[in-house]
């Protein structure tokens, strides 16, 4: 899967994870699990930077 996840556009690559996150994170309540680890690890520095701040926002948006 790595192999063929690297051989992807970016547009590919996103349209694969997306594919993929009702496998994973099929209910609403793991899905605010992820998210929540995710913002403790951008806080993990005491700094939720703009970046951190866009990207949480854009995953947030994915799932």
Known sequence: MLADFE???DFQAFQAILSYKGVYYPTTEQ???IMTDIKKL???DHDF???EKETY???LNMM
Do not use: G, I, Q, V
């Open 49 to 51: 930077s703009t970046l």
């Open 7 to 9: 051989n992807m556009s």
């Open 57 to 59: 926002h854009f995953l």
């Open 31 to 33: 899905k605010e699990e």
């Open 42 to 44: 951008f806080l993990s």
